[in-house]
């Protein structure tokens, strides 16, 4: 008999798919905290050299892209691959994808970027749809939210710990090493799920072809063949208009991609039947909605790197660095180089292309650090690597569940639990007070004559968390209680749109960042948008919160 089934506790499968997960995370959270860094690194210190605009452009696309694929990976796992070979697919391509990027070359860095944003799409959904099937068995049914949570808890775990070795990777010995590392991790992880795979059998149930089931020939000739023709026609709109619609040609690809996949979208919710349409409706809605809540959670990726690095002050005293363990500090020695003008402001080291305005300059971190705070010509500074605050986001989760759970639940047994769709709202007045605490941060100084105390920082990802938490699994949670059976795959698939959109525009309002004088106006732009999409979900509490007590029987 297979000892998958611990009976006082959880089965292995858990544990199984804890770990894997865990080591993905780790590869994937180390690869996308540095990528932004890695673009605007000069060419002397090993990056690419890329202006801010280039670099936020492509990692907006890089995130779009990721939350894209798991909709066609799922599918496939679904009706022909089965999980478990989808998830070795995935982690495979994923492990190459990250190994790749420490070589060097352009080409090899956007090839590595598409491996594992397909090696994501096979991996990411499919061990969660896992770990659900093996907890459908009856006697496994009343521990699935704990099993969740513990799952959870495994993303964070490796979210947490990655930028401290990508920290000390890339500032003792490169970026190749810290990228390496990523790959290290997911073949780590797929190891682990290979040893204890006999543990998750039972879970690997493929889901035949339904009469009502939309065949994927179908899904492609509707969905997503309409959508690369209009990609296509979007990379090259600017040859015809002179210009690109959406600043760059990747913003006029995704987003003229967008619009048949919407557009199909609108369509169901159209041609469904009167039971179903409630629920459907429900659904788009509340994702239109939320996209705002996805914008500012990537920001993580662009402007909040921005602001770590360039407008924080990350010194470190000397009495200090003897007590942090290992070389994960970042090193600048006062010492002038031939930059590149960035704008009025600002200058940064030399870029790839060689062919803007070239001066003699410090680097970019002391442009803005009282000359007081200078060390002696020649000299080098001792600064917290920009990549260790996402490390707050996963500590302030691990902190922030048990609280908002054990508030939650002291509220249910009050019967003053709020509805879900008034969660909802709160959490987007919550991410946009996150926008607010950075735009008081911008306005309560002189950006280009000082540097902002990392509590600002801190404090806008403690204050966001609270809205993740809120917002982020009630999402999937949605699409499972209000979608039509049929349309569970499809309406999933929605949500991963919105999220790509997200980190899409994200990437797109990045590209803007130097163009913003005041920096404070760009966090206030976010926040308000977060008031106006929460200000729409209250007026959609009732109908929602009756279309949820519909479809459940419960708020």
Known sequence: MANTEVKKGHPRALYVLFFTEMWERFGYYLMVGIFFLYLVDSLLHGGKGYDTSTAADIVGSYIALVYLTPFMGGLLADRYLGYRRAIILGGVLMACGYFGLALPGNTAMFVSCGLVIVGNGFFKPNISTLLGNIYNKEELKPKKDVAYNIFYMGINIGAFFCNFVAAYLRNKYGWGYAFAAAGVGMLIGLTWFISGIKHIKEGDIKKPIQKEDMPLSKIFLYVFGPAILAGILGWNLH???????????????????????????????????????????????????????????????????????????????????????????????????????????????????????????????????????????????????????????????????????????????????????????????????????????????????????????????????????????????MVSKLAPARLTALMMGAWFLIVSMGGKISGMMGSYWDEFDNKGNYFGILFILALVSATIMFFMVKWLSSVVREKTGSN
Not at 289 to 303: E, G, H, K, L, R
Not at 307 to 315: F, M, P, S
Not at 436 to 443: F, Q, S, V
């Open 239 to 477: 040859s015809v208009i002179g210009h690109p619609l959406f600043k760059t040609v990747t913003n006029d690809a995704f987003f003229l991609a967008c619009l048949p996949i919407i557009i199909f979208y609108i369509s169901i919710y159209l041609k469904s039947s009167k039971e179903d349409k409630r629920g459907v409706g429900a659904l788009l809605s509340f994702f239109a909605v939320s996209i705002v809540f996805w914008v500012i959670y990537n920001q993580n990726s662009t402007a909040l790197t921005i602001w770590a690095d360039q407008y924080t002050n990350r010194n470190i005293s000397q009495a200090a660095v003897k007590y942090i363990p290992g070389d994960m500090l970042q090193h600048d020695t006062l010492k002038k180089y031939s930059v590149t003008k960035i704008d009025s402001h600002f200058v940064a080291v030399l870029d790839a292309k060689g062919n803007t305005q070239q001066v003699q300059d410090y680097p970019s971190y002391f442009q803005n650090l009282p000359k007081d705070e200078w060390p002696k010509e020649g000299e080098a500074v001792s600064l917290v690597s920009p990549e260790l605050f996402q490390s707050a986001n996963p500590i302030f989760i691990v902190i922030f569940t048990p609280i908002i759970l054990g508030l939650f639940g002291f509220l249910r047994r009050k019967g003053k639990e709020p509805h879900t769709p008034t969660k909802i709202g709160m959490g987007m007045i919550i991410a946009g007070l996150s926008s607010l605490t950075m735009y008081i941060a911008a306005k309560s100084m002189d950006v280009y004559a000082d540097k902002a105390n990392m509590v600002w920082l801190l404090s806008t990802y403690g204050i966001f968390t609270v809205a993740e938490l809120l917002i982020s699994p009630i999402g999937l949670s």
